[in-house]
């Protein structure tokens, strides 16, 4: 080929690359769970170093349980990033509310309650929903905007209080008893091994999983994600596919906040802070890419297993918490980086 | 000169100064609001979130957003006080360490953003995360570094004395002039405006516009450090939750920087409106007292800003394409002209 091209074409070859690096395709094919199998084996050699075993019952189990919260609630945002609008900002005050509006509502009994938390969910998903994908606001600055609102709407209403189940609930046995069930959803082991909140990730990353493959809206989602322009031309609806995926998105936070509410037994302002950063890590590390229409549930699946599982080998290794930050920062920046590279390379971007 | 007309689109591309009339307005009715003592404790306590608000600025109007201004003034301040305590450096020294910490940290950022080609919301969402991992490493446990008391009156007194400000402010004032001066008048400010208006047709026209984005990131970052190093100082102390008052820093930067009009695309705003902005927001913390209403208040502003600004692209975007002279036609059979 080359012989042929020096002999017939002028001195002007075409000196481009065409075939692609396998390391690369490889990456890009692949994405998370290559990290997460090696972060497995460097999770082994460091536990075994430190006298233990990484693959032990109780380890996986706490594992599990430290993803739970973040999975849940990272099976929703990735909705949000799949469309091409970033990331939802407001998902912190979003579990709040709907931690804050369970509490408030225990008196009517626990199912109720529950289904009244998830629908503050569905509502906040509306309005970020309306404004972002009718109005198109800028996603990020809309979403952190509301952030700020929810956060100042909850603590002028409340008095900047914490609301304890228990003591909302009147003195009545129906009351109370709603809100011990409320309390025990965070605690209870299936079969004494297994917390009912890893089971729920597990069924809500199903449910997202069957949304995202298996129905009409996550084939248009792709398309809207990937070409917004060419999306409308073609005929779909683009602003009610970008509101459902903020609905979706922040059902789902609202189901983590209630979760996380019953375990920490406070319903405060306070709730979920720090949760939109750590589920935008779990989404990224899961190979979806930032401006949308790459990426699939199982990918965030994994980007999950690999923050919870990188976390606890930092534990091993035994590092604080705060120094865990800069750790985290620069497996995030890493990640986002070999990302946007191979994207690159092949050309996709 | 231009005809002034008194619109909607005038009145929004003033909205800084009549945000800053209304809460002054407002003041009157506030008991013991005019004094001297109050506005000097108001302008000097609100001083940090200046510089945050202005380094926001400069990287918005480039067209990227900056999210580690808070801990680089966090961490300049913990540098600065450390330093001197530690070290026992003398006081110029620690300030312009604390500055090298933040043109360190602007040019990573500026790096990651322009050769790395991540997003800059990522990249200086990561930076964020190091930062903070840093400064747990520098300062682990979470007391207050440093205290100093010659330094400190210096900058809490007044420099002219007719004038309600301390020192500190009056220090601020002078850099946000610069910084707004450099962005109104200079070629180098301008393509800063350039590049963030369209940064492909910028770079076509001949703007080295990686280069720039890289000074913005670094004057940026330069400001929150020499802001938060002069705040340690001011305040005698600097500790990790570093301004935290109900609202992050960070946060009161971004609301600043979007009431004060500036594009949240690029390529539009300005360094001195934020400025304006800041100041009445501080003014209105001290109308109210209770951090609760404080947050309502300021969150609601701003929604309505954003929101108005979004209806407004929203309704430009749906005649972008039509002829001009066909609507105006449309509009006088409707009788809306």
Not at chain 2, 317 to 331: A, D, F, T, V
């Amino acid at each position: 080929m080359s012989d042929q091209n020096k002999t017939v074409l002028s001195p002007k070859t075409d000196t481009r690359k065409t075939e692609v690096n396998k390391g690369i395709l490889l990456f890009n094919r692949m994405g998370i769970w290559v990290i997460t199998i090696a972060l497995l084996i460097l999770g082994t050699i460091i536990a075994a170093a430190n006298g233990g075993h990484f693959f032990d019952k109780s380890n996986i189990q706490s594992i599990l349980e430290a993803v739970a919260l973040y999975g849940m609630v990272a099976a929703g945002l990735f909705y949000v990033t799949y469309s091409g609008n970033w990331t939802d900002m407001s998902i912190p005050l979003t579990m709040a509310m709907a931690g804050m509006l369970t509490v408030q509502s225990i008196n009517l009994g626990f199912p109720v309650a529950l289904l009244i938390g998830i629908a503050t969910g569905l509502a906040i998903g509306m309005i970020n929903g309306f404004m972002i994908g009718h109005l198109r606001a800028n996603p990020i600055i809309w979403s952190w905007g509301f952030n700020l609102l929810l956060s100042g709407i909850i603590r002028v209403g409340w008095g900047g209080k914490q609301l304890y189940a228990d003591t909302v609930a009147k003195q009545t046995d129906f009351a109370q008893h709603s809100a011990q069930t409320f309390y025990s959803i965070s605690r209870t082991y299936i079969g004494g091994i297994i917390s009912l909140m890893a089971i729920v990730m597990l069924c809500m990353f199903v449910l997202s999983y069957i949304i995202h493959a298996k129905t009409s809206f996550g084939q248009k989602l792709k398309l809207v994600g990937s070409n917004y322009e060419a999306a409308r031309f073609s005929g779909i609806n683009c602003q009610k596919i970008v509101m459902m995926g903020y609905m979706i998105s922040s059902t789902f936070a609202a189901v983590g906040g209630i979760f996380y509410t019953a375990l920490r037994k406070t319903a405060s302002y306070e709730n979920g802070t720090g949760y939109d950063f750590t589920c935008l890590t779990c989404v990224l590390l899961g190979g979806t890419l930032l401006s949308g229409g790459k990426g699939s549930v199982l990918g965030t699946f994994g980007g999950v297993l690999a923050y919870g599982i990188l976390n606890n080998i930092l534990s091993w290794i035994g590092i604080g918490t705060y120094t865990k930050y800069a750790v985290q920062g620069m497996v995030f920046l890493l990640i986002v980086f070999i990302n946007t590279y191979t994207e690159r390379k092949l050309g996709r971007s | 000169m231009k005809k002034m007309k008194i619109n909607g689109a005038f009145l929004n591309a003033n909205r800084a100064w009549i945000f800053l009339i209304v809460v002054m307005i407002i003041g009157v009715f506030t008991p013991k609001f005019y004094t001297a003592y109050n506005i000097k404790a108001i302008t000097g306590n609100n001083t940090l979130f200046i510089w945050l608000a202005c380094g926001f600025t400069i990287c918005m109007i480039a067209g990227n957003m900056d999210l580690t201004v808070q801990y680089c003034s966090t961490f300049a301040a913990l540098i600065c006080l450390g330093t001197h305590s530690r070290q026992k450096w003398p006081w110029l020294i620690c300030i312009l360490v604390a500055v090298l910490m933040g043109v360190i940290v602007g040019m990573i950022n500026g790096l990651l953003v322009t050769k790395l080609k991540i997003s800059a919301f990522i990249a200086t969402l990561g930076m964020q995360f190091i930062l903070r991992g840093l400064m747990y490493l520098y300062a682990p446990d979470e007391q207050s570094i440093g205290r100093d008391m010659a330094a400190n009156e210096f900058l809490n007194d007044k420099l002219i004395k007719f004038l309600p400000f301390s020192a500190y402010f009056l220090i601020c004032l002078i850099a946000v002039l610069i910084v707004w001066i450099f962005l109104r008048w200079t070629r180098t400010g301008r393509n800063v405006y350039m590049i963030g208006g369209n940064i492909e047709t910028a770079w076509l026209a001949g703007v080295k516009s990686s280069r720039i984005t890289i000074l913005t990131f670094v004057i940026s970052s330069v400001l929150c450090a020499l802001g938060g190093a002069l705040n340690g100082i001011f305040s005698g102390a600097a500790n990790i939750s570093m301004g935290e008052k109900g609202i992050s820093p960070l946060m009161i930067g971004m609301t600043a920087t979007i009431i004060g009009g500036t594009d949240t695309s690029g390529g539009s705003g300005s360094v001195l409106n934020t400025f304006i902005t800041m100041i009445a927001l501080a003014f209105l913390k001290g109308i109210f007292k209770k951090t609760e209403m404080q947050v309502l208040v300021i969150s609601i502003i701003m929604i309505l800003c954003i929101a108005y600004e979004t209806i407004a692209a929203f309704r430009r975007s749906k005649i972008l394409g039509i002829r001009p002279n066909l609507r105006n036609e449309y509009l006088r059979e409707k009788g809306k002209a």
